[in-house]
Nanobody, 124 residues
Framework: QVQLVESGGGLVQAGGSLRLSCTASGRTFSSNAMGWFRQAPGKEREIVAAISWNGGTTHYTDSVKGRFTISRDNAKSMVYLQMVSLKPEDTAVYYC?????????????????WGQGTQVTVSS
């Protein structure tokens, strides 16, 4: 089992920045690939970014490329999502997720463990 807790969400103006953090506890974190997903009202949960077990491979959805950066610190059991140049369409609940495998995955079903989510609201 892996327990995940997100933090760092909030209200920010368009063009602003936020850094989301995800704290993992439980079984060995360093062997899990991790992902950040988001879900806006009335929309499906979508992948935002993912990172392999050692940080060697990352994936970003097209809409956030060049603006968001995913990273991890296995020594601290932490995953981060640095978000800059935020847009109103980035408004959503952001979820941290862990999967059993070491490699990046982009589908919802590939992840077994989820945090409770943190709200990000970007005002225009």
């Amino acid at each position: 089992q892996v327990q995940l807790v997100e933090s760092g969400g909030g209200l920010v103006q368009a063009g602003g920045s936020l850094r989301l953090s995800c704290t993992a506890s439980g079984r060995t974190f360093s062997s899990n690939a991790m992902g950040w997903f988001r879900q806006a009202p009335g929309k499906e949960r979508e992948i935002v970014a993912a990172i392999s077990w050692n940080g060697g491979t990352t994936h970003y959805t097209d809409s956030v490329k060049g603006r968001f950066t995913i990273s991890r610190d296995n020594a601290k059991s932490m995953v981060y999502l640095q978000m800059v140049s935020l847009k109103p369409e980035d408004t959503a609940v952001y979820y941290c997720a862990a999967r059993e495998g070491r490699l990046v995955a982009t589908t919802f079903y590939a992840y077994s463990y989820w945090g409770q989510g943190t709200q990000v609201t970007v005002s225009s």
